[in-house]
């Protein structure tokens, strides 16, 4: 190996061996990073040919952007399961006050 001063460098088999697996190595990489780049930009151009879209609430189908749901029936059926989930919430609610009281009325605090 030259110096940046014109001196040699001795360096032994194995030194080199790895510099050149290093090299190698980084050379591989390289050529890595370039493909990605390349696939990269391929789907950046898939992505500008998506017509603008938006999708079902309930299912996630694919519905054009002025919709919320595909079909009346999505729509029923992502209504029964709000309403679902607010009872629920409604149910753990109350039972959270009757527990409340409970404990306020054992323990003398009423």
Do not use: A
Not at 10 to 30: A, G, Q, R, V, W
Not at 57 to 62: A, L, T
Not at 100 to 107: F, H
């Amino acid at each position: 190996m030259i110096l940046s001063d014109g001196w040699f460098l001795p360096i032994h088999t194995d030194e080199y061996k790895c510099l050149e697996s290093i090299s190698n190595f980084m050379d591989d990489i390289t050529q890595q990073i370039e493909e990605l780049k390349l696939e990269i930009e391929k789907l950046r151009e898939e992505i500008k040919n998506i017509p603008p879209h938006k999708h079902c609430v309930n299912c996630g189908i694919s519905i054009p952007p002025d919709k919320d749901f595909c079909s009346t029936k999505c729509e029923e059926e992502w209504n029964r399961m709000v309403k679902k989930k607010k009872n629920i919430t409604y149910f753990w609610l109350l039972l959270m006050v009757i527990l409340l009281l409970i404990l306020l009325v054992t323990s003398g605090g009423l």
